[in-house]
């Protein structure tokens, strides 16, 4: 069928393919969202990377927020 992609990533489009997000950084905003939101840990595996990353960024604006209130308190 003319005009159907290949069924494999060639490398020759960098808006294509599967990349592999390091294990590592995962396990880090698996814990970190399950630690501030007391979230199941299969629910926050089972998120999508963008997903996952958006609670990361706003658990850390959270943070960032109690930490300026706090040092304005002392």
């Known amino acids: 069928m003319p005009g159907v992609p290949p069924p494999?990533?060639?490398?020759?489009d960098p808006g294509g393919g599967i990349t592999i997000y390091p294990l590592d950084r995962l396990y880090q905003e698996v814990a970190y969202i399950a630690y501030h939101f007391h979230w199941p840990y299969m629910e926050v595996m089972e998120m999508d990377h963008r997903e996952r990353h958006r609670?990361?960024?706003?658990?850390?604006?959270?943070?960032t927020r109690l930490n300026e209130i706090s040092g304005e308190a002392a």
């Open 55 to 63: 609670w990361v960024d706003e658990i850390a604006r959270i943070n």
């Open 8 to 12: 494999f990533f060639t490398g020759g």
